[in-house]
């Protein structure tokens, strides 16, 4: 029926070009993480960046991209972020401007969130609760849809079939006038995830086949945009995801787990420009259900924002604002209700010759708990045409999930909200085609709740506190000659994140880097383009990573490497053709991301997108 | 008189005869580990990083991972149970797998690696083995469909056949062609038939049955309420229930150690909110009873050397890395500290 609407909408309609047009602009207030974010390190893609993983999902694209260490359970299992040191509920996921990390685990399963859904995708470094809110210790992934009017209509197919039995497709159509912009994407994927490994826990490490790894995925995500004037504009966005999956078991278990997750998301956006000021009204609802086995857990939040964001004064710009968030759960163990309310001031002076700044506020209240100081302050120094120095200081905070307050039995109510406080310095060195970013940090997170087994039961407490030290250094160099071009990208990263003395625990845990927290991770990429051929290599370094705190067990680090052949923009009759071809796993490198997890070696991938 | 004695003479000289011309089976060197203490780690859920550490308490030689230095592969499962019956060892993972080996050099002999489930423990009876299993949860994290699973070969293979009895059986002991079965949550025990393979007659307890021990030539099962602790024993020509011992003991755990002159080391938890654990001191057949021998936190497993008298502690800190082992002696007093595998739940003394 979608197909159907959208085959009318192309064929019916003219629309005339963007470029023909003197558009009438509304004035949209950027989010805040951009605005008020000075000091701040944060990398972004776009929707062209993004192209060529519009078949994956966001934990493929953190781990080939940034230096953001993925917790992954196997190829399309559980795959978690593991950012500046931080654990994988400290990483705060958004989608337009929603968080939607699960109120009950606190975090997200990157593995189910597709990369066709997002026009951006902006990566915050990391704490700062002030400007983002809750769990955002390590740092905050945003997914958006951007507006778009006055746009040729589009009808786009994208297929990829691949090793192990993969096949995906998905279907992007857009449609737009001066005032109403609509863009609808369908996405499936089935995936028997058949891939050869070899089973070192059994006599003589026979290669088996993965025979309980399949998942499918489906969903759908429909955006509206309506200008309604020239100083009123509303963003909706539905989000359905559902995806079924086999639980890969561990090596030396025969479980035979299997999993379905669903989720529904609803995000309103409402702006309305005053004289010198925006007033946004934003909510949203999520509501996720699984399924494990056959037994259900379901959350469901609801969000209230309201911001004003005063640009009066010529140095200075504000921003007020508050959220109520209500958030449920209804599991096998337990049901909770909990609300949350928020008030946030931020400010950016940009006053003094070559600076900006920021300084920003949040005030929380959850159940009877009342964290009345979270703030933030960073500053932005252009020293001269090729140096920027950035520096900033922030506390971050997570509030204790409903899992851990109210699971039956071992929940503890009496848990204290974890907090990060966080400074960095960094340098951005910009000549000609160069650009170089080095960024030091370093944190502290203070009542990090671990779950420990008292007796028969596990319950979680405030034990850990870890101090986080890092050093992250990328550079991107641009060059053409004739019509070749060339961009070539390699980093650095270096994290040390250690556990601080606790009398609670031995002395063989103090001082110690948290396991699954490589120290060096290493990336590096080239791509060259000319005209309509594409080429792109690329390489990760993952270094050695102990299994547990006293670091008895140290898993291998590992080099993977994929390469990407691509013809774009071929016309064939009135459609234009992109036809890729890409290996993963180039080397067939046998590794393991987490102890007894064999994955995937090398696979080969046919992409074909086709623009009507 | 003289008939008798040269009755006598022929008799020994056949029974001479006799055993000289029996095949005896080869007799096993002992190796390393066929003394000293076994330690069993169970390891981290969802990490499979279960394993077995020796302990030579002569001289306090610790030796870690010994399946995966005898075997070279991971052992890769929880350790629930570690059982030496009919002179091997049977390394039961309640991740769906019992590693066979022989209990000299940890060297395998083989493997069940399908068809269970939830593994708990296991006895041989009958040259089969018999295996306790939870079964698959259902959707209210019940296991409704808990069995015996039944294995025609004491070095491994496949289940055979499920013998289904209450939810969640535990222990299990032998005697004769019999099995005894602790159905640890609907507080029954199961008599099975190791030749018929099928359950012959269930008892009703009081509290969770949690271990079956010898004791004064009888078989005795240990269950845990949450004020008291019961012992029963059983009648072995009919099996049914010939004497009970209730000692008030609260928030027994269900883990137990075997001390000297019938004394028996319990281990309690209070649970949430104060998370206190301790040690309880009883015996069924003499006058100790002392609930609170010995308290603290953190308590994972417990065990007891008899030839040296002393009584080992395992904390699991948290499972976060090794777990460590304290050593007391028979009055409480610490006597050392040790660091062991990932998640320290039990001993086997050797």
Same mark, same amino acid.
């Given at each position: 029926?979608?197909?159907?609407?959208?085959?009318?909408?192309?064929?019916?309609?003219?629309?005339?070009?963007?470029?023909?047009?003197?558009?009438?602009?509304?004035?949209?207030?950027?989010?805040?993480y951009?605005?008020?974010?000075?000091?701040?390190k944060?990398?972004?893609?776009?929707?062209?960046?993004?192209?060529s993983y519009?078949n994956?999902?966001l934990?493929?694209?953190?781990?080939?991209?940034?230096?953001?260490?993925?917790?992954?359970?196997?190829p399309?299992?559980?795959?978690?972020?593991?950012?500046?040191g931080?654990?994988?509920?400290h990483?705060?996921?958004?989608?337009?401007?929603?968080?939607?990390?699960?109120?009950?685990?606190?975090?997200?399963?990157?593995?189910?969130?597709?990369?066709?859904?997002?026009?951006?995708i902006?990566?915050?470094?990391?704490?700062?609760?002030?400007?983002?809110?809750?769990?955002s210790?390590?740092?905050?992934?945003?997914?958006?849809?951007?507006?778009?009017?006055? /746009?040729?209509p589009?009808? $786009?197919?994208? #297929?990829? *079939?691949g &090793?192990?039995?993969?096949?995906? !497709?998905? @279907?992007?159509?857009?449609?737009?006038?001066?005032?109403?912009?609509?863009?609808?994407k369908?996405?499936?994927?089935?995936?028997?995830n058949?891939?050869?490994?070899r089973?070192?826990?059994?006599?003589?490490?026979?290669?088996?086949?993965?025979?309980?790894?399949?998942?499918?995925?489906?969903?759908?995500?429909?955006?509206?945009?309506?200008?309604?004037?020239?100083?009123?504009?509303?963003k909706?966005?539905?989000?359905?995801?559902?995806a079924?999956?086999?639980? /890969?078991p561990?090596?030396? $278990?025969f479980? #035979?787990? *299997?999993? &379905?997750?669903?989720?529904?998301? !609803?995000? @309103?956006?409402?702006?309305?420009?005053?004289?010198?000021?925006?007033?946004?009204?934003?909510?949203?609802?999520?509501?996720d259900?699984?399924?494990?086995?056959q037994?259900k857990?379901?959350t469901?939040?609801?969000?209230f924002?309201?911001?004003?964001?005063?640009?009066?004064?010529?140095?200075?710009?504000?921003?007020?604002?508050?959220?109520?968030?209500?958030?449920?759960?209804?599991?096998?163990?337990?049901?909770?209700?909990?609300?949350?309310?928020?008030?946030? /001031?931020?400010?950016?002076? $940009?006053?003094?010759?070559?600076?900006?700044?920021?300084?920003?506020?949040?005030?929380?209240?959850?159940?009877?708990?009342?964290?009345?100081?979270?703030?933030?302050f960073?500053?932005?120094?252009?020293l001269?045409?090729?140096?920027l120095?950035?520096?900033?200081?922030?506390?971050?905070?997570?509030?204790?999930?409903?899992?851990d307050r109210?699971?039956?039995?071992?929940?503890n109510?009496?848990?204290?909200?974890?907090?990060?406080?966080?400074g960095?310095?960094?340098v951005?060195?910009?000549?000609?085609?160069?650009?170089?970013?080095?960024?030091?940090?370093?944190?502290?997170?203070?009542?990090?709740?671990?779950w420990?087994?008292?007796?028969?039961?596990?319950?979680?407490?405030?034990?850990?506190?870890?101090r986080?030290?890092?050093?992250e250094w990328e550079n991107?160099?641009h060059?053409?000659?004739?019509?070749?071009?060339?961009?070539?990208f390699?980093?650095?990263?270096?994290?040390?994140?250690?556990?601080?003395?606790?009398?609670?625990d031995?002395?063989?845990?103090?001082?110690?880097?948290?396991p699954?927290?490589?120290?060096?991770?290493?990336?590096?990429?080239?791509?060259?383009?000319?005209?309509?051929?594409?080429?792109?290599?690329?390489?990760?370094?993952?270094?050695?990573?102990?299994?547990?705190?006293?670091?008895?067990?140290?898993l291998?680090g590992?080099?993977l490497?994929q390469?990407?052949?691509?013809?774009?923009?071929?016309?064939?009759?009135?459609?234009?053709?992109?036809?890729?071809?890409?290996?993963?796993?180039?080397?067939n490198?046998?590794?393991?991301?987490l102890?007894?997890?064999?994955?995937?070696?090398r696979?080969?991938?046919?992409?074909?997108?086709?623009?009507? | 008189?003289?008939?008798?004695f040269?009755q006598?003479?022929?008799c020994?000289s056949?029974s001479?005869?006799?055993?000289?011309?029996?095949?005896?089976?080869?007799?096993?060197?002992?190796?390393?580990?066929?003394?000293?203490?076994?330690?069993?780690?169970?390891?981290?859920?969802?990490a499979?990083?279960?394993?077995?550490?020796?302990l030579n308490?002569?001289?306090?030689?610790?030796?870690?991972?010994i399946?995966?230095t005898?075997?070279?592969?991971?052992?890769a499962?929880?350790?629930?149970?570690?059982?030496?019956e009919?002179?091997?060892?049977?390394?039961?993972?309640?991740?769906?797998?019992?590693?066979v080996?022989?209990?000299?050099?940890?060297?395998s002999?083989?493997?069940?690696?399908?068809?269970?489930?939830q593994?708990?423990?296991?006895?041989?009876?009958s040259?089969?083995?018999?295996?306790?299993?939870?079964?698959s949860?259902?959707?209210?994290?019940?296991t409704?469909?808990?069995y015996i699973a039944?294995?025609?070969?004491?070095?491994?293979?496949?289940?055979?056949?499920?013998?289904?009895?209450?939810?969640?059986?535990?222990?299990l002991i032998?005697?004769?062609?019999?099995i005894?079965?602790?159905?640890?949550?609907?507080?029954?025990?199961?008599?099975?038939?190791a030749?018929?393979?099928?359950?012959?007659?269930?008892l009703?307890?009081?509290?969770?049955?949690?271990?079956?021990?010898e004791?004064?030539?009888?078989?005795?099962?240990?269950?845990?309420?949450?004020?008291?602790?019961?012992?029963?024993?059983f009648?072995?020509?009919?099996?049914?229930?010939a004497?009970?011992?209730?000692?008030?003991?609260?928030n027994?755990?269900?883990k137990?150690?075997?001390?000297?002159?019938?004394?028996?080391?319990?281990?309690?938890?209070?649970?949430?909110?104060?998370?206190e654990?301790?040690?309880?001191?009883?015996s069924?057949?003499?006058?100790?009873?002392?609930?609170?021998?010995?308290?603290?936190?953190?308590f994972?497993?417990?065990?007891?050397?008899?030839?040296?008298?002393?009584?080992?502690?395992?904390?699991?800190?948290?499972?976060?890395g090794?777990?460590?082992?304290?050593?007391?002696?028979?009055?409480?007093?610490?006597?050392?500290?040790?660091?062991?595998?990932?998640?320290?739940?039990?001993?086997?003394?050797?």
């Amino acid at each position: 029926m979608m197909l159907f609407v959208w085959v009318m909408l192309l064929f019916d309609q003219k629309v005339e070009k963007a470029d023909t047009l003197l558009l009438q602009e509304i004035q949209i207030e950027a989010p805040a993480y951009q605005t008020y974010g000075q000091g701040k390190k944060r990398i972004s893609w776009n929707k062209e960046e993004l192209k060529s993983y519009k078949n994956r999902s966001l934990a493929d694209l953190l781990a080939e991209k940034s230096p953001v260490f993925i917790r992954q359970y196997g190829p399309g299992m559980l795959a978690s972020p593991n950012f500046r040191g931080t654990s994988a509920g400290h990483t705060a996921i958004f989608w337009n401007g929603i968080p939607i990390n699960s109120p009950s685990l606190g975090q997200s399963d990157l593995s189910i969130l597709p990369l066709i859904i997002a026009d951006q995708i902006d990566l915050s470094y990391g704490s700062d609760g002030a400007l983002l809110g809750n769990e955002s210790l390590g740092g905050a992934v945003h997914l958006s849809t951007t507006p778009q009017f006055n /746009q040729s209509p589009n009808l $786009s197919i994208l #297929q990829e *079939t691949g &090793s192990f039995g993969k096949f995906h !497709i998905g @279907l992007e159509g857009s449609y737009s006038t001066e005032k109403i912009g609509i863009q609808t994407k369908i996405y499936h994927q089935n995936n028997p995830n058949e891939y050869s490994y070899r089973d070192f826990s059994e006599v003589g490490s026979p290669v088996k086949k993965q025979d309980h790894a399949a998942f499918q995925q489906q969903g759908f995500q429909q955006d509206v945009h309506w200008k309604i004037n020239t100083n009123q504009l509303l963003k909706t966005s539905y989000w359905w995801n559902k995806a079924n999956r086999e639980i /890969q078991p561990i090596l030396g $278990s025969f479980i #035979q787990d *299997t999993q &379905s997750d669903e989720s529904h998301r !609803i995000s @309103l956006q409402y702006f309305i420009q005053k004289q010198n000021s925006i007033l946004e009204f934003r909510s949203g609802w999520v509501k996720d259900s699984q399924y494990f086995n056959q037994i259900k857990n379901e959350t469901s939040s609801i969000f209230f924002n309201s911001d004003w964001s005063i640009h009066h004064f010529s140095d200075w710009e504000f921003r007020l604002g508050g959220r109520v968030s209500l958030n449920s759960g209804n599991f096998s163990s337990y049901s909770a209700r909990e609300t949350r309310l928020e008030t946030y /001031q931020f400010i950016n002076f $940009s006053g003094i010759k070559h600076v900006d700044v920021s300084f920003n506020l949040r005030q929380l209240k959850y159940e009877n708990q009342w964290v009345p100081f979270i703030p933030s302050f960073g500053l932005n120094w252009k020293l001269s045409q090729e140096f920027l120095l950035k520096a900033s200081f922030g506390k971050g905070f997570k509030i204790p999930t409903l899992n851990d307050r109210f699971w039956e039995p071992g929940g503890n109510p009496n848990l204290l909200p974890e907090e990060s406080w966080q400074g960095e310095m960094g340098v951005l060195w910009q000549k000609g085609s160069l650009e170089s970013q080095l960024t030091f940090y370093g944190m502290e997170v203070d009542n990090w709740i671990i779950w420990k087994p008292e007796g028969s039961i596990w319950t979680p407490q405030n034990l850990r506190k870890v101090r986080n030290r890092g050093i992250e250094w990328e550079n991107k160099l641009h060059s053409s000659f004739g019509q070749n071009k060339l961009l070539f990208f390699w980093s650095y990263t270096f994290t040390h994140s250690v556990n601080l003395p606790n009398p609670e625990d031995p002395t063989t845990f103090w001082n110690q880097q948290l396991p699954y927290t490589p120290r060096h991770q290493g990336q590096a990429s080239l791509k060259l383009s000319k005209s309509k051929f594409t080429f792109q290599i690329g390489s990760q370094y993952v270094g050695s990573r102990a299994t547990t705190l006293d670091q008895t067990r140290l898993l291998k680090g590992y080099f993977l490497s994929q390469t990407q052949l691509g013809l774009d923009n071929l016309n064939l009759g009135p459609f234009k053709y992109t036809i890729q071809f890409r290996v993963q796993n180039l080397f067939n490198k046998e590794y393991q991301v987490l102890y007894l997890r064999p994955m995937p070696g090398r696979s080969f991938h046919i992409n074909l997108s086709i623009q009507l | 008189m003289k008939n008798n004695f040269n009755q006598f003479i022929i008799c020994l000289s056949l029974s001479l005869i006799l055993f000289s011309c029996m095949e005896n089976e080869p007799e096993r060197i002992l190796g390393e580990f066929d003394s000293g203490i076994l330690i069993m780690n169970e390891g981290a859920f969802g990490a499979n990083d279960g394993e077995v550490s020796h302990l030579n308490p002569s001289n306090g030689t610790l030796k870690t991972n010994i399946f995966e230095t005898a075997n070279g592969r991971p052992f890769a499962g929880l350790l629930e149970d570690l059982v030496y019956e009919d002179d091997k060892l049977y390394l039961v993972a309640n991740t769906g797998k019992i590693e066979v080996v022989n209990p000299g050099d940890f060297t395998s002999l083989g493997t069940v690696n399908s068809g269970l489930d939830q593994p708990r423990s296991l006895t041989v009876n009958s040259e089969k083995l018999f295996i306790s299993d939870y079964g698959s949860y259902d959707q209210n994290y019940g296991t409704p469909n808990s069995y015996i699973a039944v294995v025609k070969n004491i070095l491994g293979g496949n289940v055979a056949k499920k013998i289904p009895v209450s939810r969640k059986p535990e222990d299990l002991i032998s005697f004769g062609k019999y099995i005894l079965v602790a159905g640890s949550e609907e507080s029954k025990v199961h008599v099975i038939d190791a030749e018929k393979e099928e359950v012959i007659k269930t008892l009703e307890v009081e509290g969770k049955p949690a271990v079956f021990y010898e004791a004064a030539g009888k078989i005795w099962l240990y269950t845990t309420g949450s004020n008291e602790v019961y012992f029963y024993s059983f009648h072995l020509d009919n099996f049914t229930l010939a004497t009970t011992n209730i000692f008030p003991i609260e928030n027994a755990t269900g883990k137990i150690a075997f001390g000297n002159n019938d004394i028996m080391y319990l281990l309690t938890s209070s649970g949430w909110p104060d998370y206190e654990d301790g040690i309880a001191q009883v015996s069924v057949l003499g006058p100790e009873l002392n609930p609170k021998w010995y308290s603290g936190s953190g308590f994972y497993g417990i065990g007891f050397d008899k030839t040296r008298g002393e009584l080992y502690l395992a904390y699991a800190n948290g499972f976060q890395g090794n777990g460590t082992i304290t050593v007391l002696d028979e009055s409480g007093t610490e006597k050392r500290n040790f660091e062991s595998g990932r998640g320290p739940s039990g001993f086997l003394m050797r």
